[in-house]
C-alpha cells in the first residue's frame, strides 16, 4: 500500500530489503557498525566485505544517528547505518531515539543526493521494540520529515514478516 505526502510516495511492502533497487537501504545496526544478525547480518552477507571495510573507518555510530557506506555489490548504491535503541521498559528515552533514527537517516541521505530510501523495522527485532508503536513512530516521523523537506521522492518500508508488515500498513492507513 502506498500514500501521497507532499510530492513524494511513502509505501509500505513485505520483502526482503537486500534485493530492494534504491538509491540506499537503511541498515538496522549496533553501535560498532561491525556487523551483527538480522538484517544486519543479511545487508553485509548480500553486500559483500566493501561495506564492513567502510564502515571501519567510521569511528562506530551512536544509537539514534546514522552514517552512510557504498551498497557494495547490492542493487542500493549505498547503505545508511542506523542504531535504534534497545527497548527496555519505554520510559528510557526509546521513543525520541526511534524517531531520530528515521530523521537522521533522511537527513544524511539528503545530504549525499538519496531520492529513494527503503526502511527496515528499526529495533522491531532483537532490540524487542513493541512493534505497533514502533510503526507508528517509523511512519509518523518519516511523513513529518517529507511534510518539511523536499528532495527525497520515496520512502519504502520493507517489512519481513506479516506482525512488522501488518503493523506498518495500519500505521501507515491511519496516518
Ligand atoms: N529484510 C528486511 N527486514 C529484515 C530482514 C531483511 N532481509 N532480515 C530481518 N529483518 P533486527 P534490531 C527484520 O534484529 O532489532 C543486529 O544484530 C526483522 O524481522 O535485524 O534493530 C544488529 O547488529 C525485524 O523486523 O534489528 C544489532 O546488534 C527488523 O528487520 C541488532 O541486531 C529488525 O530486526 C539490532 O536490532
Redesign the pocket.
Known amino acids: 500500500m502506498q500514500k501521497q505526502v507532499s510530492g513524494a510516495v511513502i509505501e509500505v511492502v513485505q520483502g526482503?530489503?537486500?534485493r530492494e533497487c534504491v538509491d540506499a537501504i537503511v541498515n538496522?545496526?549496533?553501535e560498532s557498525l561491525l556487523?551483527?544478525?538480522?538484517?544486519?547480518?543479511?545487508i553485509h552477507r548480500a553486500g559483500g566485505p566493501a561495506i564492513v571495510a567502510e564502515c571501519r573507518k567510521l569511528g562506530g555510530c551512536k544509537t539514534g544517528d546514522a552514517k552512510i557506506t557504498t551498497g557494495g555489490r547490492l542493487p542500493a548504491k549505498h547503505v545508511i547505518h542506523t542504531v535504534?535503541p534497545r527497548y527496555r521498559d519505554g520510559t528510557r528515552g526509546e521513543a525520541e531515539l526511534l524517531a531520530s533514527c528515521y530523521r537522521r537517516s533522511l537527513e544524511v541521505a539528503l545530504e549525499n543526493g538519496v531520492r529513494s530510501v527503503a526502511f527496515?523495522?528499526?529495533?522491531?527485532?532483537?532490540?524487542g521494540y513493541p512493534i505497533p508503536e514502533a510503526a507508528r513512530i517509523a511512519v509518523g516521523t518519516v511523513k513529518a520529515f517529507l511534510e518539511t523537506h523536499t528532495g527525497i521522492e520515496r520512502v519504502r518500508f520493507?517489512?519481513?514478516?506479516p506482525d512488522?508488515f501488518n503493523a506498518f500498513r495500519a500505521a501507515l492507513e491511519a496516518a
Open positions: 526482503d530489503i537486500t538496522a545496526a549496533n556487523g551483527g544478525g538480522g538484517v544486519d547480518g543479511a535504534g527496515p523495522a528499526v529495533s522491531c527485532g532483537v532490540y520493507v517489512l519481513f514478516g512488522t
